[in-house]
Nanobody, 123 residues
Framework: QVQLVESGGGLVQAGGSLRLSCAAS????????MGWYRQAPGNQRELVAT???????NYADSVKGRFTISSNNAKNTVNLQMNGLKAEDAAVYYC?????????????????WGQGTQVTVSS
């Protein structure tokens, strides 16, 4: 029903920047919020940043002041600008969208996930 396609991951030196992008498509009636989560080896998936359709943002304390989340509601996209990257930011980053969709079964609201994009930070 909903597909999330991420791009922008890669290898960067500590202190550098990367920009992640995610585009949602499918039988979407509305997107209530989008966000980015990350998971490093041996760790649980954790919230990085979220943004509601109204523009309210929320950040993990560890990324405040370094990362900026933005979205384009008309295009169903969300971006994450990551500056001042640290070794501890290395992880697989996942895009998330909390969507209301329509099918023959009716309306449904659920969370959808992208396939993940790797961010590697070299020291």
């Amino acid at each position: 029903q909903v597909q999330l396609v991420e791009s922008g991951g890669g290898l960067v030196q500590a202190g550098g920047s990367l920009r992640l992008s995610c585009a949602a498509s499918g039988t979407i009636i509305s997107i209530n919020a989008m966000g980015w989560y990350r998971q490093a080896p041996g760790n649980q998936r954790e919230l990085v940043a979220t943004i509601t359709s109204g523009g309210t943002t929320n950040y993990a304390d560890s990324v405040k002041g370094r990362f900026t989340i933005s979205s384009n509601n008309a295009k169903n996209t969300v971006n994450l600008q990551m500056n001042g990257l640290k070794a501890e930011d290395a992880a697989v980053y996942y895009c998330n969208a909390h969507c209301t969709t329509w099918s023959r079964s009716g309306y449904d609201t659920a969370d959808y996930w992208g396939q993940g994009t790797q961010v590697t930070v070299s020291s």
